[in-house]
C-alpha cells in the first residue's frame, strides 16, 4: 500500500495550492480518504476528509470554507484544493487513508500515510 502526495510549494498568504495524493495498492475506493498536517513542534492535525464515494466531506474549524476536500476512485487520487492561504497553514501535508466507512481525526486510527509534502506560505 502506497500514498504519494504531491503539489507542496511556496506561496504567498491569500494565494492557493492543489495538493494531490495518488494510491496504489490499495482499496481505495472503499476507504475513507483524508489529509492532515504537522507544523514545526505541533503535533500531527487533521485536515478534512472524504467519504468513499464523495458523498461527504469532513473539515476542521480552521480550514472551513477555504479547503475544499475531493476524489477521484477511477484515477485512484484524493486532492486538497487551498484558497486563502495563510502562515498558519504552513506545514507537512500527509495523505491518509482509513479502510471501512468512518473517518476519524486521530491519528492513532489512520490506516495508511502517505510520504508527506511541504507547504510553505508567506506572509
Known amino acids: 500500500v502506497q500514498l504519494q502526495a504531491s503539489g507542496g510549494g511556496l506561496v504567498q498568504a491569500g494565494g492557493s495550492l492543489r495538493l494531490s495524493c495518488a494510491a496504489s495498492?490499495?482499496?481505495?475506493?472503499?476507504?475513507?480518504m483524508g489529509w492532515f498536517r504537522q507544523a514545526p513542534g505541533k503535533e500531527r492535525e487533521f485536515v478534512a476528509a472524504i467519504s468513499w464515494s464523495g458523498g461527504s466531506t469532513w473539515y476542521a474549524d480552521s480550514v472551513k470554507g477555504r479547503f475544499t476536500i475531493s476524489r477521484d476512485n477511477a484515477k485512484a487520487t484524493v486532492y486538497l484544493q487551498m484558497n486563502s492561504l495563510k502562515p498558519e497553514d504552513t506545514a507537512v501535508y500527509y495523505c491518509?487513508?482509513?479502510?471501512?466507512?468512518?473517518?476519524?481525526?486521530?491519528?492513532?486510527?489512520?490506516?495508511?500515510w502517505g510520504q508527506g509534502t511541504l507547504v510553505t506560505v508567506s506572509s
Open positions: 495498492g490499495h482499496t481505495f475506493s472503499r476507504s475513507v
Open positions: 491518509a487513508a482509513r479502510s471501512g466507512s468512518y473517518y476519524s481525526t486521530n491519528v492513532d486510527e489512520i490506516s495508511y
